[in-house]
């Protein structure tokens, strides 16, 4: 029998929201794929014709959470700087991240981490789609190409502002506002002085 495309995605949303459930109620690093094949009645194996691993599912909720916020992003257009283009990227993350925040620490250490392959997690799609956005923005500001090095640096600030923020218990979390403030100004100063030097060197 022929399972429609209908009931396919209606199995995938039963899926998540039952994960979802489970990681806030046990926690993530206690929750198994059985236990989620369990609460939305389907076998394992069926589980992993979805998803791979658990950490998949938060991948998926992750990614569509910043492909909202994306949409947010564009409609605004009043930023000043490079840097404030950055913080406005990362802040309307973590707002559309927020409802992950309970459970998504686990899932980080592993997803930003730099020495484990991120095709484990399906994280590619955040990685890639966020640098490229960044780059972008460096190019809209008449800033040179962002090397590989300098991605590399971005990318391991950005890793410390979500592992900070998710685990974050100031009021409204602003003590990861002012370090994402701080790591955005800084990346932003390094990448100026970068294009100075090279534009030095060039004449």
């Not at 929201?17 to 794929?33: N, P, Q, Y």
């Not at 600030?157 to 002012?178: H, M, N, P, R």
Request: aromatic share 8%.
């Amino acid at each position: 029998m022929r399972i429609t495309t209908e009931e396919k995605n209606a199995t995938r949303e039963r899926i998540v929201k039952v994960a979802v459930e489970l990681f806030k109620s046990g926690g993530f690093e206690a929750t198994t794929t059985r236990d989620i094949a369990n609460s939305a009645e389907i076998a394992t194996g069926t589980l992993f014709n979805y998803f791979d691993t658990k950490e998949s599912i938060v991948a998926a909720l992750a990614s569509e959470a910043v492909r909202r916020s994306r949409k947010s992003l564009i409609t605004n257009t009043d930023r000043a700087s490079f840097e404030e283009d950055l913080f406005a990227v990362v802040a309307s993350e973590l707002r559309e991240l927020k409802p992950l925040r309970k459970f998504i620490l686990p899932f980080l250490e592993i997803a930003l981490s730099p020495i484990i392959e991120g095709r484990r997690t399906n994280t590619d799609e955040l990685r890639i789609g966020h640098l490229e956005l960044v780059s972008d923005l460096a190019r809209q500001r008449g800033l040179l190409e962002i090397t590989p090095v300098g991605l590399q640096m971005y990318w391991s600030l950005y890793a410390g502002v979500l592992a900070f923020w998710a685990s974050d218990k100031s009021s409204k979390q602003i003590e990861t506002l002012a370090l994402l403030d701080e790591s955005m100004n800084m990346f932003a100063v390094w990448l100026r002085g970068t294009d100075k030097n090279l534009e030095r060197d060039q004449s």
